[in-house]
T-cell receptor, first 115, second 115 residues
Framework: AQSVTQPDIHITVSEGASLELRCNYS??????LFWYVQSPGQGLQLLLK??????LVQGIKGFEAEFKRSQSSFNLRKPSVHWSDAAEYFC?????????????FGTGTSLTVIP | DAGVTQSPTHLIKTRGQQVTLRCSPISGHKSVSWYQQVLGQGPQFIFQYYEKEERGRGNFPDRFSARQFPNYSSELNVNALLLGDSALYLC??????????????FGSGTRLTVV
């Protein structure tokens, strides 16, 4: 069965510090992997996605993620966090099922940025 | 260009009532999916529609139904509302049927509160 695990429910970092959010997935085939960000009361904004090829993918707002098949992981990183990065972050795996497709989301990691 | 638009933004209903949520996808997007996000959780897949046909259904009771119109807009209906139906309902659209491969664009959601 497909699943996504985000082990860290909440992370606090200082502004300017580096950030890594963890994501592990369970999926039998080649995964389509995504990171989304959600600000309070808002919908989801796509940060980046991985389909194939280079395992290090670049996204918007200075984020990047690395796909590691051997570890079934797709961790999100940012070298220097800004106060505006405070939000909820969701990792998702895209699954094709029959005639359709769907996302399986993790439970999210809430990021707090302190001055 | 307009993004995915959802209406209403907020809604309060009483247990046992019925509710209809609406979604207009990005112009040209033919696939619409619905997700339920309970507070503190990641979104969960409810339905996918493509070219007006249901392409996938998540693990939700028959009280949940949806449809897609010729202009690709969509409605989500929930009958006999329960307190547990209180959630943020997200609509997502994609250009292609296999949006889970390419990524969805999400709307800001409809916040449904059942009292």
């Amino acid at each position: 069965a497909q699943s996504v695990t985000q082990p860290d429910i909440h992370i606090t970092v200082s502004e300017g510090a580096s950030l890594e959010l963890r994501c592990n997935y369970s999926y039998g085939a080649t995964p389509y992997l995504f990171w989304y960000v959600q600000s309070p009361g808002q919908g989801l904004q796509l940060l980046l996605k991985y389909f194939s090829g280079d395992t290090l993918v670049q996204g918007i707002k200075g984020f990047e993620a690395e796909f590691k098949r051997s570890q079934s992981s797709f961790n999100l990183r940012k070298p220097s966090v800004h106060w505006s990065d405070a939000a909820e972050y969701f990792c998702a795996v895209g699954v094709i099922k029959g005639a359709g497709n769907q996302f399986y989301f993790g439970t999210g990691t809430s990021l707090t940025v302190i001055p | 260009d307009a993004g995915v638009t959802q209406s209403p933004t907020h809604l309060i209903k009483t247990r046992g009532q019925q509710v209809t949520l609406r979604c207009s996808p990005i112009s040209g997007h033919k696939s619409v999916s619905w997700y339920q996000q309970v507070l503190g959780q990641g979104p969960q897949f409810i339905f996918q529609y493509y070219e007006k046909e249901e392409r996938g259904r998540g693990n939700f009771p028959d009280r949940f139904s949806a449809r897609q119109f010729p202009n690709y807009s969509s409605e989500l209906n929930v009958n006999a509302l329960l307190l547990g139906d209180s959630a943020l309902y997200l609509c997502a659209s994609s250009l292609v049927r296999q949006g889970a491969s390419y990524g969805y664009t999400f709307g800001s959601g409809t916040r449904l509160t059942v009292v």
